[in-house]
């Protein structure tokens, strides 16, 4: 998507708005109205495409992801704002809990603003209040002595710290840089030209970024990325990945079948494979990078990591400190949408 197509159709008007991009960036009410009749109508489309990742400080290693299912959004023209209605669920890796399920919900009200510049534009979401919530509700805990402690006052603690890696997350507004490469994401406000950090860089190719991060996949666990679109038949998923830690399994699944499969983790079910087998998968190896071009259909579909003995064809050596900490496959990645 060309980088101007939140913005406005494409043709004479938008090389009309790049000629007069100085005197756009000079006019908060225009790029207001430009937002409001041209850009908010987008917001929940993208929210709703792929997952969120959740890191326990914004420069780490991703440890768990949020995955918006419900979007709307109402304008305040007079105040100039947005409010975003939006809810979900997801999943975090803590040393104690493992793998804790949870749905989460918000209301946000958003200063919208953004800057076109030479080399890339900066769309900004400044939180402005939080309307409702974030409502953070536990839906499974790994460890079923803490699954035991969240049905108890002590739980409450548990609760709450699962609620602020959420909640710290999805109110604390984001800047979206967008370039012919793609959108780049990141929690907080960026200002030109500054960029998020990522751990691949991409700035020479051609090919649509959906995803540049390293992610932290601990021991029987997985990781789902996505999901990506492949919107046409001319066009491919792109993986390059390397990692440090064990050999692990990375395998691609329709979206519907990883949905399925997610929603039951989510709500406690024992880590087993899905209903469906993967389209195609492979194994990482540690120490060597990894370039994967996947020919699919048009779809939606989810890249999965997995660091168990229950789903792919590896098996993670025992180590005596799995279950708090240890034997963690630390992958970094890009997801890159290629024409043939």
Not at 19 to 34: E, G, H, I, K, Q
Not at 242 to 262: A, E, N, S, Y
């Amino acid at each position: 998507m060309p980088r101007l197509g939140w913005l406005v159709s494409l043709g004479a008007a938008a090389l009309l708005l790049v000629a007069c991009r100085s005197f756009v960036n000079s006019s908060p009410n225009l790029r207001w109205w430009l937002f409001a009749n041209f850009g908010a109508d987008q917001l929940c489309p993208e929210m709703l495409k792929r997952g969120a990742p959740l890191k326990l400080n914004p420069t780490g290693n991703t440890i768990g992801r949020f995955y918006p299912q419900a979007c709307s959004h109402e304008l305040n023209q007079q105040a100039q704002t947005i409010i975003v209605h939006f809810s979900g669920t997801g999943f975090a890796w803590t040393p104690i809990a493992g793998r804790v399920g949870f749905s989460a919900a918000a209301a946000v009200e958003y200063r919208m603003d953004f800057y076109l510049g030479d080399d890339a534009d900066y769309i900004w979401a400044r939180t402005n209040r939080i309307v409702q919530g974030p409502d953070f509700q536990v839906g499974s805990v790994e460890n079923r002595v803490v699954d035991w402690a969240t049905k108890t006052p002590v739980g409450y603690l548990a609760n709450t710290f699962g609620g602020q890696i959420v909640s710290s997350h999805l109110t604390e507004g984001f800047t979206v840089v967008r370039s012919d490469a793609g959108d780049e994401f990141s929690l907080g406000h960026l200002s030109p030209p500054q960029r998020p950090q990522k751990p691949f860089d991409t700035s020479r190719s051609e090919r649509y970024v959906f995803m540049n991060e390293t992610t932290e996949v601990q021991v029987n666990q997985i990781d789902m990325l996505g999901p990506f679109e492949v919107a046409k038949g001319s066009q491919s998923l792109f993986l390059r990945l390397r990692m440090t830690g064990p050999p692990i399994d990375v395998m691609v699944f329709q979206r519907g079948v990883g949905d399925l499969w997610r929603s039951g983790l989510q709500l406690g079910a024992p880590l087993a494979a899905p209903t469906q087998p993967p389209i195609t998968s492979f194994t990482l190896q540690p120490g060597q990078e990894i370039q994967q071009r996947f020919k699919l259909p048009p779809g939606q579909y989810y890249v999965v990591l997995d660091n168990s003995s229950a789903v792919g064809v590896v098996n993670p050596p025992w180590n005596p400190l799995a279950t708090v900490v240890g034997n963690a496959a630390v992958v970094s990645y890009t997801a890159e949408l290629a024409e043939d």
